[in-house]
């Protein structure tokens, strides 16, 4: 392992993953419940000084942060989250925050958009551009590589937000879309809490693995994966999180997905070769963290 160390930051809605490593992996890591921002950015700095007592020093830290998050460099706000409904974290600057604590550059992204880095570094997307990576838990998010980076817009790919049919014929208790926003959108009907209320159970994970809840899971999921295809033409979607650890949401998906294209995008890839398009992770639950750490590298001109 080269002598130079970065820090790695995967900040979630539940838990914070810190890391000191590089490009060739990981050195240490720790899990930090999110609570306040105060207490949460102090338990984070403290470990990432005493980490760097132990193992060395670091030249950067990368961010990849749950959201929305501002990414324009030109606005007084880049670097913060801006307006999550999570009580207290509203335009918390993390990026200013940790320049100042360790006067090291800070590189900055979306959560998903770390994970798609991560896993084109070294894990399922390797050598993929475009990439998507999709992530089905707690919410639904999406990141995107391409030309070798995270994509940036006006603001950043919110995909779990794309709007699709309701399922049809739903068996679910309560067959209503979850989205405080939207009637019809990826995320409020296939998120785990969504899920979990839409089927009436306490969490999705206690959903029987014959529950009619993961084939339409996977239907209402191919709906997304259509419409990412189609705009963006990815050469591979990896969908992680937890509600794909599912047994069939995958292979549903794949299955409706090419049901839903009708033969329409003609390459082998997609008709004969469904399960090295639509792909798990490679990293499992470490591309973000990874991500992060590839975020470091590039803020420190690696
Ligand atoms: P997060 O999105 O918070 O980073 P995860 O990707 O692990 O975390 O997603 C958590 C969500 O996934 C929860 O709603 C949980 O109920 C659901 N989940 C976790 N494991 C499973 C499983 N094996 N089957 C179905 N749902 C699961
Ligand atoms: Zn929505």
Known sequence: MSELLQAGIEAGGTKFVVALGNAEGIRDWEKIDTTTPGETLDNVMDWLDAASQE?????????????PVELDENSA?????????????QNVPLVR???????VPVGF????????LGEHLHGAGRGIDPLVYLTVGTGVGGGVIVNGGPLHGLLHPEMGHLLIPAPRRSAAV????????????????ICGPAIAKRWGVAKAADLPSDSPAWEETGETLAHGLVNIALT???????????????????????RHFQK??????????????????????????????????????RAAGG
């Open 55 to 67: 193992h060395g020093r670091f030249d950067a830290i990368g961010i990849g942060s749950f959201g």
């Open 77 to 89: 706000r880049y670097g913060s989250i801006t307006t999550t409904p999570k009580p207290g974290w």
């Open 97 to 103: 925050v940790f320049a100042e604590r360790f006067g």
């Open 109 to 116: 992204d979306t959560d998903v958009n770390a994970a798609a």
């Open 174 to 189: 309560d067959a209503e879309g979850q989205c405080p926003f939207h009637p019809s959108c990826l995320e409020g009907f």
């Open 232 to 254: 963006l033409s990815p050469r591979r979607i990896i969908v992680g999180g937890g509600v794909v650890k599912a047994p069939g949401v995958l292979a549903s998906a794949r």
């Open 260 to 297: 839903l294209l009708n033969g329409y995008l003609q390459v082998p890839r997609i008709t004969q070769d469904v399960e090295n398009y639509i792909v798990e992770p490679g990293l499992g639950d470490w591309a973000g963290v990874r991500g992060a750490l590839a975020l470091a590298e």
